[in-house]
């Protein structure tokens, strides 16, 4: 089976990297990722969208030396169920995971400072996350419609909150917005029927 096609062009650094696109009974698909022929390159910066939409792609292993994710990376690969983000990557950009629906297990590095608008958005089969202390913020829609999320921890790094964050996290039960956040965008917990344990920051100054 032949692999991706890796193309180089003027400009320093940039490689265009083509995808094979075979079919067979069940549909079409794009050729298997290989983590070795990426990291041979020197492939620091994955674009927008590079893996969106692999639906049958169940787990990928990203070379050390990756350090941007382009936004929807993974959006809509229904069937991945783990990551492991490189130490390197200091923000989630938008969308990267959104329906992701068989993602259940997921380690943020400690040097990921932000994660972008509706970055985990209806990655229902998350049953808990850790964010590190080094984020400071969280975008809009990030958790929303994660309907198996029971659990969340946010660290006291954090200073603000997007609006519908947890909106839809209907099996959340208890949630703690550390004192550290002073901002809170509207609808935050909205479809959180679940929550019987709520502690909200006592320095918030602003809830849109």
């Known amino acids: ?42 492939v620091t910066v994955i674009g927008s969208s590079a893996f969106a939409g692999c639906s049958n792609l169940a787990s990928i292993t990203l070379p050390e030396n990756v350090t941007f994710f382009g936004k929807g990376m993974f959006n809509g690969c229904r069937s991945l169920r783990a ?30 400072t932000s994660i972008g608008n509706n970055a985990f958005n209806n990655c229902s089969g998350m049953i808990s996350i850790t964010i590190p202390d080094s984020i400071t913020s969280i975008g809009t829609s990030v958790f929303s419609g994660c309907s198996s999320l029971t659990s969340i921890t946010i660290p006291d790094s954090v200073t603000s909150i997007g609006q519908n964050a947890f909106n839809g996290c209907s099996s959340l039960t208890s949630i ?11 609808s935050v917990l909205s479809g959180c029927n679940s929550l019987t344990d709520v502690r909200i920051s006592k320095n918030i100054t602003s809830i849109s």
């Open 1 to 42: 089976m032949a692999k991706f096609e890796f193309i180089k062009n003027e400009i320093e650094g940039l490689v265009v990297v083509k995808p094979t696109v075979f079919g067979d009974d069940r549909g079409f698909f794009m050729e298997t990722y290989h983590k070795d022929e990426f990291a041979a390159l020197g």
């Open 83 to 112: 990551v492991k983000i490189p130490n390197g990557v200091t923000s989630i950009g938008e969308y990267t995971f959104a329906v992701c629906e068989s993602l259940t297990d997921i380690t943020i590095p400690n040097g990921v």
């Open 176 to 186: 703690t917005i550390p004192d550290s956040v002073t901002s809170l965008g509207h």
